[in-house]
T-cell receptor, first 114, second 114 residues
Framework: GDSVTQMEGPVTLSEEAFLTINCTYTATGYPSLFWYVQYPGEGLQLLLKATKADDKGSNKGFEATYRKETTSFHLEKGSVQVSDSAVYFCALSDRAGGYQKVTFGTGTKLQVIP | KAGVTQTPRYLIKTRGQQVTLSCSPISGHRSVSWYQQTPGQGLQFLFEYFSETQRNKGNFPGRFSGRQFSNSRSEMNVSTLELGDSALYLC?????????????FGEGSRLTVL
């Protein structure tokens, strides 16, 4: 079945540091890929997405490129801020049995210190 | 457009009791999914409903059940509560017609079992 593997956290960075959170996936079809973010005390919200190979999703300075050859969708940001402290979830959506099925990674907690 | 609304936001129950949580999806969204989030287990898929039918189910005991109404609103029920059921329960809706599987989450219902 489908699966998503993302790096263990927590990740602690100083403000303005470069961020990479690794995500790799296994899927039988041609999935869409997502990064969701969960700020403290809130539900998840979509950060960015990519629907086909070589697509780059971007939002709020975050970027991720859909790499089919390495089955990866790593999240990057050039300069993190304290406000980026949150839990980040990588996810895929694959059409199986005629409808979309979503699979989440375990989440990576990011803490940014001033 | 109003987002996904979950009620109640917070509740406290004792072992052996039962609880019902409610989720109102975004208008026009026909798919509703439920997730349990705990610090130890991360984000766990409970079930997904579409047009009043359970389409997909996670690996939870029969004490966890759900339903969806004709207006797409959904409820989940947990009977004979155990301490381990303490968690944040998240509901997500999606616009099936979009086809990418993007999920829109509510802020969750935080259940504490004493």
């Amino acid at each position: 079945g489908d699966s998503v593997t993302q790096m263990e956290g927590p990740v602690t960075l100083s403000e303005e540091a470069f961020l990479t959170i690794n995500c790799t996936y296994t899927a039988t079809g041609y999935p869409s890929l997502f990064w969701y973010v969960q700020y403290p005390g809130e539900g998840l919200q979509l950060l960015l997405k990519a629907t086909k190979a070589d697509d780059k999703g971007s939002n709020k300075g975050f970027e991720a490129t859909y790499r089919k050859e390495t089955t990866s969708f790593h999240l990057e940001k050039g300069s993190v801020q304290v406000s980026d402290s949150a839990v980040y979830f990588c996810a895929l959506s694959d059409r199986a049995g005629g409808y979309q099925k979503v699979t989440f990674g375990t989440g990576t907690k990011l803490q940014v210190i001033p | 457009k109003a987002g996904v609304t979950q009620t109640p936001r917070y509740l406290i129950k004792t072992r052996g009791q039962q609880v019902t949580l409610s989720c109102s999806p975004i208008s026009g969204h026909r798919s509703v999914s439920w997730y349990q989030q705990t610090p130890g287990q991360g984000l766990q898929f409970l079930f997904e409903y579409f047009s009043e039918t359970q389409r997909n189910k996670g690996n939870f005991p029969g004490r966890f059940s759900g339903r969806q109404f004709s207006n797409s609103r959904s409820e989940m029920n947990v009977s004979t509560l155990e301490l381990g059921d303490s968690a944040l329960y998240l509901c997500a809706s999606s616009l099936e017609a979009e086809g990418t599987g993007e999920l829109f989450f509510g802020e969750g219902s935080r259940l504490t079992v004493l």
